[in-house]
């Protein structure tokens, strides 16, 4: 059973643009939703992160927006840039210290066009 | 200078044949963990180990078995391979409250 549902699949995206990538969770006893990013050949690298207690975290042109009444959260990338070209992940996780485990979602290949 | 090293980083192997993934980390850290990735998947938990002489199941454990040698070292095997265990496979170390750190990645195929 999948806890952590992300979509798109692949999102493209110009240059400048706006992305925007949607997640949804099952788990109402989750209390940290990290989004990661990671490029070929790479692991996946924490790009951020957010807790329940706010709806919004800005790290600057990456933004998380947290809706925790519809169990839903979305990672908007502005100003795109073909630099940004990575597959994105979503995930949820409860627990504190070192109880803490991830579950991912599937994941989204943004391509940013020159 | 990277936390994570895995080797090796690709692998070809057949169906039937015993492999061993390794793991190893610079930084102290006490948790370490496996995962596997697959298209449409995401990245499912195999196993994950708190500290030495500690091991837990994860999500998808079955067809695999770890051995957490040293803090340092955790490494993964399947015991005898078979054909849907082609995948990318990466393990992950952390400490407190920080965010996992993942390795690079091991692309392992059996045929």
């Known amino acids: 059973q999948q806890q952590v549902k992300q979509s798109p699949q692949s999102l493209i995206v110009q240059k400048g643009g706006i992305s925007i990538i949607n997640c949804a969770y099952e788990?109402?006893?989750?209390?940290?939703f990290p989004w990661y990013q990671q490029f070929p050949g790479k692991g996946p690298a924490l790009l951020i992160a957010?807790?329940?207690?706010?709806s919004e975290k800005k790290e600057g042109r990456f933004t998380i927006s947290f809706n925790k009444s519809a169990k839903q959260f979305s990672l908007h990338i502005m100003d795109s840039q073909p630099g940004d070209s990575a597959t994105y992940f979503c995930?949820?996780?409860?627990?504190?210290?070192?109880?803490?485990?991830?579950?991912f979602g599937s994941g989204t290949q943004l391509t940013v066009l020159p | 200078d990277a936390d994570v090293t895995q080797t090796p980083r690709n692998r070809i192997t057949k169906t039937g044949k015993r492999i061993m993934l390794e793991c190893s980390q610079t930084?102290?850290?006490?948790?370490m963990y496996w995962y596997r990735q697959d298209p449409g998947l995401g990245l499912r938990l195999i196993y994950y180990?708190?500290?030495?002489?500690?091991?837990n199941k994860g999500e998808i454990s079955d067809g695999y078995s770890v051995s957490r040698q040293a803090q340092a070292k955790f490494s993964l095997s399947l015991e005898s391979a078979i054909p849907n265990q082609t995948a990318l496979y990466f393990c992950?170390?952390?400490?407190?409250?920080?965010?996992?750190?993942f390795g690079d990645g091991t692309r392992l195929s059996i045929l």
């Open positions: 995930a949820a996780s409860l627990g504190s210290g070192s109880a803490r485990q991830l579950t």
């Open positions: 788990n109402t006893a989750f209390d940290y």
């Open positions: 957010i807790r329940p207690d706010v």
């Open positions: 930084k102290g850290h006490d948790r």
């Open positions: 180990s708190f500290d030495v002489k500690d091991i």
């Open positions: 992950a170390a952390t400490r407190g409250n920080q965010p996992q750190h």
